[in-house]
């Protein structure tokens, strides 16, 4: 069965997609990347699998960071985003595991390795986690991030982002990436969305911005669509 | 046939930040497919650890440390194994740590089973894929156990490696932890040609 199908669903990325390294003004780019080449892995079973109902591992609950406690609202633009994960093919990937991480409304994280003197918003936690549906869609309540000062030498900016990472149905569609949003001057700048080389496929990973009635409720909306490595690849429940 | 493609978005790195509000207790823990789940009676649990390090030997702190693989009896619960109803229904096969301020890692899980693929045996192996700030595409790598030499000898993914490097991919013994076997898999990202852990594109 693999024979016929393997090649067909997994190609090799497409040129310009991926992110160059190092990067320029990144240091951990340089110590962490592995200075050998990565070695070709036949795509075997282990390959093309992963955990199927990964939800009853990781709780798939949390769509709103905006208001983590009833009555109390984190500080900043209350956004939505929405969109789609889909496969290589713009099939709707069914109940992949979406996470989304990011800062708060001053670009500061709520974790222990953030010391920046910047505020910290005590009704603001800034991750959750949702499932998709059957047509592939997530959708989460949060905040606008605001950007932050890289800390090197010769400082540069972070864009307002979102990381995002997304588990489908194998290990060769796993995917870490990040959403920025559309018209920051800072995009031009941010040396991480900048090490992609396709500018097409920098464009790509920008939000596009939803006519302001759309989500109603006061929450300006955005929508990012996410396609993951693979063809044919959501594979039929048992 | 050709049909519109969709180009995949692009990799980042998950940077410094990852939250650790994320990991619950039990994520590194296969024995149990969640924290309130029945433990797996199938196969011999072990304790799986190491330490993630990187330029110089420096340990790679909030490191995150995902391992993928078969159930004892070297099935998936998933469509793509033909024996898929077979596995183990208390066995996800999927797990996450996350790394200490001293680069270090640990999973329970099972020895999982070998399989045959085609014409071709499986070892009994994990998969792992690891992200860190920095690292701009999670890299991957296969573990291999001690205990099967000769499936080792005979596995394709093993097989790709010049031989002098096969052994960075075998886990090796490393005592016992809460009446299981441990085994130790340091993984080393950037150490240069002498050290580094071998890592495979997908």
Not at chain 1, 223 to 237: C, F, K, S, Y
Not at chain 2, 43 to 55: A, D, N, S, Y
Not at chain 2, 103 to 109: I, K, L, N
Request: proline letters at 10%.
């Amino acid at each position: 069965m693999n024979e016929s199908t393997t090649p067909r669903r997994f190609d090799p990325w497409p040129a310009g997609v991926q992110p160059q390294v190092p990067i320029e003004g990144y240091p951990s780019t340089w110590d962490f990347t592995p200075s050998q080449s990565l070695f070709p892995r036949p795509a075997t079973r282990t390959e093309l699998t992963g955990p199927f109902e990964l939800w009853r591992k990781l709780p798939c609950s949390e769509n709103n960071l905006a208001v983590v406690s009833p009555g109390r609202t984190a500080q900043g633009q209350l956004i939505h985003i929405e969109g789609r994960i889909l496969d290589e093919d713009g099939k709707p990937v069914r109940g992949a595991v979406v996470e989304l991480w990011q800062a708060n409304a001053a670009g500061r994280y709520r974790h222990a390795l953030d010391q920046r003197a910047a505020p910290l918003d005590p009704d603001f936690i800034g991750n959750g986690r949702v499932r998709t549906d059957e047509e592939g869609r997530y959708a989460f309540f949060t905040i606008k991030p605001g950007a932050y000062p890289v800390p090197v030498k010769d400082t540069w900016w972070r864009p307002p982002h979102v990381h995002f990472s997304v588990l489908g149905p194998s290990t060769l569609s796993r995917l870490v990436t990040q959403m920025y949003f559309p018209a920051d001057p800072l995009n031009d700048w941010d040396r991480i969305l900048n090490s992609v080389p396709d500018p097409v496929a920098r464009t790509r990973l920008i939000a596009r911005q939803l006519p302001p009635a759309e989500v109603g409720d006061g929450w300006l909306g955005f929508r990012h669509d996410i396609v993951l490595r693979g063809r044919n690849a959501t594979p039929v429940t048992p | 046939m050709t049909s519109t493609r969709f180009t995949p978005l692009s990799q980042h790195t998950i940077g410094p930040f990852f939250p650790a509000t994320f990991f619950q207790e039990g994520d590194n823990d296969l024995t149990r497919v969640s924290a309130d789940a029945p433990p797996t009676e199938r196969g011999e649990r072990i304790v799986l650890r190491g330490r993630l390090t990187k330029l110089n030997g420096a340990p790679v702190v909030n490191g995150i440390v995902e391992l993928w693989q078969a159930d004892s009896a070297g099935r998936f619960r998933h469509p793509e194994d033909p024996a898929w109803q077979e596995a183990d229904p208390n066995f996800l096969g999927w797990g996450r740590a996350w790394t200490d301020a001293d680069g270090q890692y640990s999973f329970h899980t099972v020895i999982p089973g070998g399989y045959v693929e085609g014409n071709q045996w499986r070892a009994p192996h994990a998969n792992i894929l690891i992200m860190a700030a920095g690292l701009m595409r999670p890299v991957h790598t296969t573990l291999f156990f001690p205990d099967f030499a000769e499936a080792n000898a005979a596995d394709p993914v093993l097989a790709v490696l010049p031989a002098a490097l096969r052994p960075r991919l075998v886990a090796v013994d490393d005592g016992r932890t809460d009446g299981v076997r441990a085994f130790r898999f340091d993984i080393r990202l950037r150490a240069g040609r002498d050290e580094e852990t071998p890592f495979f594109e997908v």
